[in-house]
């Protein structure tokens, strides 16, 4: 078996470099011909001259059939930056991948060239070959994954600060926005501000608007009733507004209720109320002419 | 007759997000009044967490219906949790088995037109809502 001795692939790329190069950046364009708004031809010819330039000592050094021996690092390295660049670039993981499996077509072909007259090496060097292509086009894929997972993981957490903001409407009267499912975790955050800007800012009154909340279930009216819980321990009266018609007929028909919580259809109605609670009024002013 | 189909997974509070947003793009496309949208979609948050919460998640069926030029959505949550010994005590308003107002179960069914379900201790459970436009 060949693979106890050592393989001819990296003689043969590195003496047919430049056909391969050539070959490959075609394929790849090919393949992305649809994509040349995010990548530039020079940009790729750049990845794939790289890439092949760590790819050769790999195979010089490095078994060719265990791409986790400390040989393979700068590939792996390389690949890891290319993919994650990619994600971000907004590839697809089977665009991203086809940057490695686009290299199979034109090393089989030189591959093919030399080893003609032997079909029994060609055939085991074609085996090595593809066996290591498709592990190093699967590295590509995971390292995308993670990279995507971790773009996701980030707006989560940018999403979850973004919602849940207290603004101070007027001395002693806090607004809370709400936006989007109110969840346990979404409530403990909104609790937690809440309840420290209560204590900040000596308010006596805080407004949950729900406006931005799409449906209002069992779990949500809940965690509302929580947070208006704790907010009472702490002296401060709440006051739930932006319950718009669909919202209280689903909630009649569902059969939860605010209880003794005070609701208001907007967030306007909401702050006139409070405004009597703190002993404010608006007034016109009488023009002088 | 059902015109077309979906199976979606209900494992996670997101897959419940992805089943919600479906069936709400589906009624906006058959013209549903924002009510009758807000309804079913509530009723589906409801069962959906059941499903998650009691049930260990599970699967939803969603399929357009059209039936003597009506359209219609059905949406069936299955899930292979202990099921429920006594349907009729878990229909009742405010009754619950876990920490909830107990509204879930009761107010879907009044939530919806069409309300069916099947469940035996061990076999899991299945809801299946069917409403009309």
Known sequence: ?289 | MSVSSKVLPMRTEEDLMIVRQTVKAWMIEQEFSLLEQTKLVTAISEIGRNALVYGGGGSALLEQLLENCRVGIRVTIEDQGPGIADIEQALQDAYSTGNGLGFGLSGAKRLVMDFDICSKPGQGTRIKMTVWN
């Open chain 1, 1 to 289: 078996m060949i693979i106890d001795n050592i393989s001819r692939i990296a003689d043969i790329i590195t003496r047919h470099q430049e056909s391969i190069l050539n070959d490959w950046l075609h394929e790849q364009l090919v393949a992305l011909s649809a994509r040349q708004d995010l990548i530039s031809e020079s940009n790729l010819r750049l990845q794939s001259t790289e890439l092949l330039s760590l790819f050769v000592p790999a195979c010089n050094t490095g078994s060719l059939s265990d791409i986790t021996q400390p040989e393979w690092a700068f590939v792996l390295d390389f690949l890891n930056k290319i993919s994650s660049s990619r994600a971000i670039l907004g590839f697809s993981p089977s665009e991203t991948a086809t940057f490695i499996f686009s290299l199979k077509q034109p090393l089989f072909d030189c591959l093919r060239q030399e080893l003609n007259s032997d079909a029994e090496v060609l055939v085991d060097e074609l085996w090595i070959a593809t066996v290591l292509l498709d592990k190093l086009g699967l590295y590509t894929t995971e390292v995308f994954q993670k990279s995507r997972e971790e773009i996701i993981r980030r707006q989560q957490r940018d999403m979850l600060e973004l919602s849940t903001p207290v603004v101070k409407l007027w001395d002693g009267i806090l607004a809370v926005p709400l936006i989007g499912t109110l969840d346990s975790i979404r409530t403990q955050v909104v609790m937690e501000t809440l309840l420290q800007s209560i204590v900040d800012t000596g308010s006596h009154i805080a407004i949950l608007d729900i406006t931005g909340v799409p449906i209002v279930d069992t779990m949500i009216a809940q965690n509302l009733l929580k947070t208006v819980a704790a907010a009472r321990l702490m002296g401060s009266e709440c006051i739930i507004c932006g319950i718009r018609p669909q919202i209280a007929q689903t909630m009649v028909h569902l059969g939860v209720a605010f209880g003794d919580v005070v609701t208001k259809a907007t967030l306007s109605d909401a702050l006139a109320y409070a405004f009597r609670r703190i002993n404010r009024a608006v007034i016109q002013q009488v023009a002088h002419d």
